[in-house]
């Protein structure tokens, strides 16, 4: 089973080792979209479907915390898993992720095996493409 | 005095986390300054505390950071892309330390901003008693974090 991705900062810097990370780790993907903020991301989501969404918070135009009210209104895109990597990591910005509808919360800087975790916990899909609900680590999340 | 102190070790904490699991840099801490640096990043914070904190890194320590985040040959590496990695690691340890110094409340960062420099900023800002300078040696080179914040010092 492949998927599509979309990952969104600001820094084409980080995009590039986020997609290289989801790469390595074996996840078959089909698609990879990259944006530089959330307006960028919505307007790109109109063209293309994703199963999962990698966002930054701190971004110019709309940050990851709008893009999240935005996907959470919309029938279309309030299901699509979306992961948040971010700087900001107080107790209080991650419920308030959460409570927006983030599935998942990584704080920068991360290890590969962050990002691998996390994406693996949220779209219940290992690095060999199984489905793998039964398998998934609860605890496994940063939150 | 004492709140100084704790500040200086928080962050040194967040810069060696940040270099280390995102730019594979390792560096210790300088007690030496007078170093000329090629490049600066700022970014501000507000929220609790109100502040800034600078990074001036030589050319040489952004190179290697560029290449070993993004596993680029020296000839791929052009000035976007290096401002582009300064500014997220000036990101990442504002973030680190203000999460550091208090996990519980919100902060709220700006856009970083980036320019090339050529300037001797130890000797020009040192003394100042509302800023933290902090020092640090890689093996490709030097770089300074400096953060004014006068209402966590207190």
Known sequence: ???????????CAMRSVIKKIITISGFKISMCIEAGNGREALEKLKQNWVDAIISDVNM??????????????????????????????????????LAKGAKGFIKKPFLPEDIRRVLYDVIGVGADGEYQEDERDTDSSDF | ?????????????????????????????????????????????????????????????????VKNMLGLEEEEIDESIMADCVKESINMICGNFLRKLDPERVFHLSIPT?????????????????????????????????ITAPGMMK
């Open chain 1, 1 to 11: 089973m492949s998927f599509n991705v979309m990952i969104i900062d600001d820094s």
């Open chain 1, 60 to 97: 110019p135009e709309m940050n990851g915390l709008e893009l999240l009210q935005s996907l959470s209104q919309d029938p279309l895109y309030r299901n699509i898993p979306v992961i948040i990597v971010s700087t900001e990591g107080s107790s209080e910005r991650i419920n308030e992720a």
């Open chain 2, 1 to 65: 005095m004492e709140n100084i102190k704790k500040m200086k070790e928080i962050l040194t904490a967040a810069i060696f986390e940040v270099f280390e699991k995102m730019f594979y840099v390792f560096s210790e801490p300088l007690h030496t300054n007078g170093e000329t640096y090629h490049m600066k990043s700022t970014i501000s914070f507000s929220g609790p505390f109100t502040g800034t904190i600078q990074i001036f890194l030589n050319r040489m320590i952004a190179e290697t950071m």
């Open chain 2, 114 to 146: 980036f320019e090339t420099i050529s300037e001797n900023i130890s000797q020009s800002k040192e003394g100042k008693n509302e800023e933290i300078h902090l020092t640090f040696a890689s093996d490709t080179g030097n770089m300074e974090v400096i």
